[in-house]
């Protein structure tokens, strides 16, 4: 009776142990994220009154 009970605790390691690496050796991986991406502002700027003097 040990012996059953001792391959069955085997048995459901080995399980566990092949689940847990197939999960860890997949090629991708999905993420999503929830937000808003603001870029920061900026005021560009020109000097000489904003006169441009092409030479």
């Given amino acids: 009776?040990?012996?059953n009970q001792y391959?069955?605790?085997?048995t459901c390691i080995f399980?566990?142990?092949r689940a847990?690496?197939?999960a860890i050796a997949s090629?991708?991986?999905?993420i999503?994220?929830?937000g808003a991406i603001t870029?920061?502002?900026c005021m560009p700027t020109a000097s000489g009154?904003?006169?441009v003097d092409y030479g």
């Fill in 1 to 3: 009776m040990v012996g």
């Fill in 7 to 10: 391959e069955k605790i085997i």
């Fill in 15 to 17: 399980i566990i142990h």
């Fill in 20 to 22: 847990t690496l197939t």
């Fill in 27 to 30: 090629d991708s991986v999905d």
């Fill in 32 to 34: 999503s994220a929830i």
């Fill in 39 to 41: 870029p920061p502002s």
């Fill in 49 to 51: 009154g904003g006169v």
